[in-house]
């Protein structure tokens, strides 16, 4: 079965710091992978996504993930972190061949980022 | 990015009662659209998955006579929870993709259940 793994349920970093949210995933075939990010009351908000070709993708806000294949991770990182990035993030994976044509999302668990002014 | 949008985003309603939740896509035709229920800090669970015009696909656990969902159209989507009860309390969630897209989300619907 499909899954991810978020080992983190929170990490704190100074502003200005670089930060990293760790993800691992666990998938039959090349993964479709996804990173979201959740403020408070509010549904997900898409920041970046890997597919196929380069490593490192680039995304919203600042934001890059890099795909590793041998150590099946797809961290998020930030060179240098703002207040306002505090939040909750969550590491997806897609199935890419789905049946009928759909598609699942199988969520982690979430990080808690907290930026320190 | 796309838009999807969710009404009500907080409801408030009495134990007993059904209580329903509209997701729409405004600038697209969704495909397939997913709901998703949301505990406190915690993950999100599927609990189904619907294409427009056919019968929503439930996750294992999830009541389909509770939890009624309808796709009419290819830009709406909506989830009845039926006879509500206090631990139907939580934050759902539906998102909206369309073929070779990523899902976009709503921005959730807080339902009390009093």
């Known amino acids: 079965a499909q899954s991810v793994a978020q080992p983190e349920d929170q990490v704190n970093v100074a502003e200005g710091n670089p930060l990293t949210v760790k993800c691992t995933y666990s998938?039959?075939?090349?993964?479709?992978l996804f990173w979201y990010v959740q403020y408070p009351n509010r549904g997900l908000q898409f920041l970046l996504k890997?597919?196929?070709?380069?490593?490192l993708v680039k995304g919203s806000y600042g934001f890059e993930a890099e795909f590793n294949k041998s150590q099946t991770s797809f961290h998020l990182k930030k060179p240098s972190a703002l207040v306002s990035d505090s939040a909750l993030y969550f590491c997806a994976v897609r199935d890419r061949f789905g049946t009928s044509g759909t598609y699942k999302y199988i969520f982690g668990t979430g990080t808690r980022l907290k930026v320190l002014a | 990015g796309a838009v999807v949008s969710q009404h009500p985003s907080w409801v408030i309603c009495k134990s007993g009662t059904s209580v329903k939740i509209e997701c729409r896509s405004l600038d697209f035709q969704a495909t397939t659209m997913f709901w998703y229920r949301q505990f406190p800090k915690q993950s999100l669970m599927l609990m189904a998955t619907?294409?427009?015009?056919?019968?929503?696909?439930?996750e294992q656990g999830v009541e389909k006579d509770k939890f009624l969902i309808n796709h009419a159209s290819l830009t709406l989507s909506t989830l009845t929870v039926t006879s509500a009860h206090p631990e139907d309390s939580s934050f759902y969630i539906c998102?909206?993709?369309?073929?070779?897209?990523?899902?976009?989300f709503g921005q959730g619907t807080r339902l009390t259940v009093v």
């Open positions: 998102s909206a993709r369309w073929e070779g897209t990523e899902a976009f």
């Open positions: 890997y597919i196929t070709g380069d490593n």
């Open positions: 998938v039959s075939g090349n993964p479709y």
């Open positions: 619907s294409n427009e015009g056919s019968k929503a696909t439930y």
